[in-house]
């Protein structure tokens, strides 16, 4: 008798610019300070594309070629791609199709997940979805952001937050019981109100008004976001493993969206997990959104050892939040 068949995480890929935004650097920009910023988020610096024309999906390639060349395939051979992201090239057509005409993934077929920071849990639920049905051997899920596009600079609520990048990881069957085993997802609408953006959708398009009120840029309100997330993210993370009466002790690693150092904290406590068990890398990258889950897999890649149980867990605007247990399938 043949094991159920699971979707493994058989590879990851990643992708940071190059050019660095610091908080020293911001403190040029707006009223805030170095020790304020990491005190109250944890984030030290971010990331930046910069460049004529550069955008989401010239992260989304570079991070999907690595993945392909540390599995020894080509992108030819990809059957689907998910981009999970808010800042996509076009409000059409999808990234991930742009995305796939530049790696040269001529077989595959790809569409974009809009769900905030949850951009990466949402779609490798899907992923694995299509694997487990038996239909497709090689999917790819990516979380990518270009946040400095949608970011104002002069507003020190949001500009200290969030930087831009990109990861992926290759998704295929599995008969040994890894991969993904079970998700909670869930959404609330009625958060939309608290983090969201104002303009450029089909309830305001774009105008010379909308622009000159910069409409255009996140609009949080940090406070109720902070709640919403800390009782979100640790609740079902909590849930998650109750259901599958699993313990702290049996989690190798928590890999929680990287929004908050305070966040991050909130749900590992509720885990009754302790730091070491904890991927932080929010002080390099800062929130790159979709980006967070599959960057920290790819810098803690050579850590993760064949068995090991992880949670990864994510809250985003809109509502959107979710947990996802997975058993890791190889050592690296």
């Not at 969206?257 to 904290?265: E, S, V």
């Not at 800062?286 to 050892?305: M, R």
């Amino acid at each position: 008798m043949t094991n159920k068949l699971t979707a493994a995480i058989t590879a990851v890929g990643g992708y940071v610019p190059e050019d660095k935004l610091t908080n020293f650097d911001l403190e040029k920009l707006v009223e805030t300070n170095d020790e304020w910023i990491r005190t109250r988020t944890g984030i030290e610096e971010r990331r930046i594309l910069k460049g004529d024309g550069l955008a989401t999906s010239d992260m989304v390639v570079p991070a999907v070629k690595q993945l392909c060349e540390k599995r020894g395939i080509s992108p030819q051979e990809i059957d689907c791609l998910i981009v999970g992201t808010v800042t996509p090239d076009h409000v059409f057509p999808a990234t991930a199709n742009i995305a796939c005409d530049k790696l040269g993934a001529k077989n595959a077929w790809g569409f974009d997940v809009s769900a905030a920071c949850s951009g990466f849990l949402y779609p490798l639920t899907l992923g694995a979805s299509l694997i487990e049905s038996g239909r497709y051997k090689k999917v790819v899920v990516c979380g990518a952001d270009k946040m400095s596009a949608i970011i104002n600079y002069n507003d020190r609520a949001t500009c200290i937050i969030f930087g831009d990048g990109a990861g992926a990881v290759l998704l295929e069957p599995n008969e040994e019981g890894n991969g993904v085993l079970d998700s909670i997802l869930r959404s609330d609408g009625s958060g939309c109100h608290y983090l969201h953006m104002k303009a450029g959708g089909s309830k305001k398009p774009a105008s010379v008004a909308s622009v000159m009120a910069n409409e255009h840029y996140v609009y949080q309100e940090g406070q109720a976001v902070f709640k919403a997330a800390v009782k979100g993210m640790a609740d079902v993370s909590a849930e998650l493993l109750e259901r599958n009466n699993l313990t702290s002790d049996d989690i190798a690693w928590l890999v929680p969206h990287q929004a908050n150092l305070r966040i991050i904290d909130a749900t590992a406590n509720r885990m009754g997990l302790s730091k070491e068990k904890v991927m932080i890398n929010i002080q390099r990258y800062g929130n790159t959104t979709a980006g967070t889950l599959p960057l920290c897999l790819w810098d803690w890649e050579k850590k993760l050892k064949k068995g090991d149980n992880i949670v990864l867990a994510a809250f985003g605007g809109g509502f959107t939040w979710g947990a996802t247990w997975v058993k890791w399938a190889y050592n690296s």
